[in-house]
């Protein structure tokens, strides 16, 4: 299956027959022509972006800092940043991973930080990243 198959790109809005201004900015991941979900929502002021892990060889150390880096960027290339995240959610690949995930999480959401719950997933995180992080941050 070609890579085409499995992540589509595009932004398309919902038309569902109800009035609503959502909007899928980010790529919509496919699974045999069929949309599974989208990497980013925009309603109204509020942005909703899915889940960034790191799909590399590395420590739970790098693979924080590439997933916050991959959230950074969706969320400025749509009109917000980190200071505006308002929910993250972290699932760790192994909980003992957390005082070090900490280290690397702590101040990247500047002064005032988000709302944030992490929980350790059972059988592990997919793609073998050691953490998946999702937000969903305010844009003007």
Known sequence: M???AVFGAGVAKASSGTSTNKEVVGEIVMDQDVPL?????KHGNTLYIAGK?????????AHTDHVLNELQKELEKNGSSMEKVLKVNVYLADLADYTAMNKVFRGRFGPNPPVRTTVAT???VPGDSLVEMDCIAAID
């Open 53 to 61: 892990g790191a799909h590399f060889d590395g420590d739970i150390t």
């Open 2 to 4: 070609s890579l085409a």
């Open 37 to 41: 979900f989208s990497g980013a929502v």
């Open 122 to 124: 059972y059988g592990g």
